[in-house]
């Protein structure tokens, strides 16, 4: 019975670290920035939400299922050629907005929130996130 039970263990523990890591992951996308005010959302209208929010894209929006997500953002590089884009850290986010085609990236965060983790000179750049 020792035997049976060892073996059951290892593979379930095993499915347990393969979900973990798999939801641990970052997803990488570019992401832009927009000035203020930040007070006009299609999630939210006219009420002010703070600093740290953002739209996305329709890769993201789900039908206006994506507001009030939060998600922690940090950039990997830049997407054009300005040099060294990327500070140190992450800015976590509320989603607010839906960034409307032509949308330059997958993510639109306010300039608040992007300055936290680039340059503004850089415009765009590449980042990872994670809902959280």
């Not at 049976?4 to 347990?16: Q, Y």
């Not at 920035?33 to 009420?47: E, I, L, Q």
């Not at 922690?72 to 607010?96: F, M, Q, Y």
Request: proline share 5%; charged share 20%.
């Amino acid at each position: 019975m020792e035997a049976t039970g060892g073996k059951v263990r290892v593979p379930v523990i095993l499915w347990m670290v393969l979900c973990l890591l798999a939801v641990a992951q970052a997803t990488e996308t570019r992401a832009v920035y927009y000035d203020p005010p930040y007070t006009r959302s299609a999630c939210y209208g006219n009420r002010y939400t703070g600093p740290w929010v953002t739209g996305v894209s329709a890769a993201l929006w789900a039908n206006k299922g994506a507001c009030g997500r939060r998600m922690r953002v940090r950039c990997v590089r830049g997407a054009n050629l300005a040099p060294h884009p990327c500070k140190e850290g992450s800015v976590d986010v509320t989603i607010v907005d839906f960034c409307r085609e032509p949308c330059e990236g997958t993510i639109n965060l306010t300039k608040d929130a992007f300055s936290k983790i680039a340059s503004t000179d850089a415009g765009k750049v590449v980042v990872d996130y994670t809902f959280i």
